[in-house]
């Protein structure tokens, strides 16, 4: 879905939302009160100084709001893959996001995400793959790494990949592996504001993903080897 | 006289390292080798498996206080993050935020994501991730330790920086795209992974603990490491406002200063260091000089 189509459908009743380059940041009224919406745009990577601004607005969203629920617009190529990014150590930055969303958790809020482009690799464990619930629409594309570089990587053909992708979710992209593994919650196609709202009366709490990915047959031993562990 | 004994973390296995950390025999391993608990995909690939698919897990105590240990195993397909492996952890720090032990601590050793099971590792990466958090809300620190031969990228880099607590010896890497990674895909003038001097300054323990991510630096020294943990057996500090406020502070005027630097020795010499000395310096000197300056 391209932006504005999206905006529209998820916030029909209106918003004030302002896209700025690559960073999506306002907030929305549903039937059931005031929601911050924050998000990335136009395939942007995350490098440094893209954490620090999305971190710094979900700050802001929990000093100034906590507990309203945060609706994550997920739209990325992963994170910025440059010499300077890592020089400056990326992966704190990555997890100082993480803890951001960390702390609007603790403050209340339920995290949303909504897939509606790429989410790749890193960019997406930093916005997106931390959230309460993770949702996709049309367009969502979740990876971690195209069958082409994962050939060139483990030197496997990458006809022998395309073979296997067919029958297994567990390591080619796309969002129906992605569901198959409980890494997507829900596939979404119609009635977004209305499934939306529904979601947000929900109990999300809980981090479901491995009993979903045991369910749909995609993780078929996650589960129950943490359950084992816990019985131990 | 004899001299001191080198026991290198960089060469042991996982067990050898969790054997020198913990106090002798206090180990209770969970789901060990013999339980068999192996990746159901490997196979799908003719890749070979391991009976603990490169996690190892457990129960112990460092100086008579209980802890829960994880350590991954290098030396078994990088370290990586696949299915059994990644749910190995999670559980582990689930039992955790029940049983609170005084700390949870793991050993990182991890080239990342496994390809093979690329979804199921990025997805337990986050799980694991979720879990720390838990964890921390539970009152219990997560120390993590880099210091193995596969460095710690990808999905174990970001984990690891979630930790409370980070200890690492100067041939600890930690980066989220390794060298090979970007040289691959942004060309070798973007990153030449085969400078293995510009791979440690920029990846390596030293220039990590000058920029203040790592809590203590220490020798290649299992002894050493053992020391450190020691040291941080305390109460986590909770995240609120405050803290993540002083962290955005504090990672805005890195990347003011240094955003546009390309070598970690411009960094060093304007920390007022002198760069050409740091490669040089043990972990004891670097750690004085780091006070100075």
Redesign the interface.
Known sequence: MELPDLLQAFFPNGHSIAVNDWLVSGEAVLDGGTVSVLGTTNHAFIG??EA?IV??KL?AI??QHPGRPVIMLVDNRG?R????????????????L???Q??A??NGSKLIAILYGPAI??G???FG??ADRIIAVPGAEPS??ALE??S???K?PLEKLEN?AKT?????PGCD??FK???VYEIWNDDFSGRLQQLLKSDVSQ?L??RL?QARG?????????????R? | MSLPIHISFLEATARKRIAGLVDPGSLRE??PPQEK?VS??LG??DAPVSFDDGAV?GEATINGKPVFIFAQEGKFRGGSLG??H???I???L??AA?KKPVAVVGLFDSGG?R?????????????I???I?DVQ?AGVPVIGLIGGSCGCF??A??I???CDVLIASEEGR????GPE??E???GVE??DSRDKALVWR??GGK??FL?G?IARLVNDHIPDFRAAVSEFLVPPQA???GI??Q??QK??S??DL???????RE?WSQMGLDAAQVPEMSAEELTAAAKKS
């Open positions: 440094a100084a620090l971190s710094d700050l929990s000093e994170q893959m440059a010499l300077n990014e890592e020089l400056l150590v990326l992966p704190e930055y990555v997890a100082h993480l803890k951001a960390q702390l958790r603790l690799a890193g997406f464990i930093a793959m931390l971690v790494m570089a994962i060139r990587v483990t496997m296997l297994i979710s567990v390591f080619a592996n992605f593994m409980g890494g981090d993903r491995a990915g995609g993780r078929k031993s996650a589960q129950d080897v943490i359950d084992e562990v816990l131990a | 969970i789901l608990r159901p995909h799908l690939f897990i299915e059994v990644s749910a190995k999670i559980g582990l689930q039992r029940v994501v390809l093979e099971e690329a979804n199921a590792g990025e997805i337990g990466a986050t799980e991730i979720r879990a958090f809300k990808g999905g880099s970001i690891s920086c979630c930690l980066s989220v795209s990674v970007i691959t895909i942004m973007a990153f920029t990846t220039n990590r920029f991510k995240i609120t406002s993540l406020r962290e955005q990672l805005q890195r990347l240094y955003g546009k630097d390309t070598d970690a960094i």
